[in-house]
């Protein structure tokens, strides 16, 4: 079944399976606890290199939270996309967000 993205209207998208939506769905919790460590870090005044660890592996989980996103975006709909006949215009749209990733 596919449906569309909510920020967008136009492009169709194949659905995540629940497994695949319950394992970023996850992460991105544990992101969210990570980031709320933080806070609480620098309101204790806790020390700086400290933080800036914490802050690098929040870093590092929202990049595989990410090229997790990218994998499944390239193997289904990009796939998708290259077997209905607008291969192009998915692999222009991939490699912009390629390039996003690579300015991090």
């Known amino acids: 079944m596919e449906k569309l993205p909510e920020n ?7 659905s995540k399976s629940h497994d695949e939506k ?4 996850n992460r991105l919790k544990r992101i969210e606890g990570q980031v709320r460590g933080i ?3 620098v309101e204790e ?3 700086c290199v400290d933080i800036l660890v914490q802050v690098s592996a ?4 929202l990049k595989k939270v990410g090229f997790s996103l ?9 796939s998708s996309a ?3 006949g607008n291969g192009e215009e998915a692999i222009d ?9 690579s300015k991090s």
Do not use: W
């Open 93 to 101: 749209e991939l490699m912009k967000v390629f390039q996003q990733f």
């Open 45 to 47: 005044d806790r020390y």
């Open 39 to 41: 806070q609480k870090m």
């Open 58 to 61: 929040i870093n590092a989980a």
């Open 70 to 78: 990218l994998e499944t975006h390239s193997h289904h709909c990009v």
């Open 82 to 84: 290259v077997k209905s």
């Open 8 to 14: 967008s209207g136009k492009k169709p998208v194949k």
């Open 22 to 25: 319950q394992q970023i769905i």
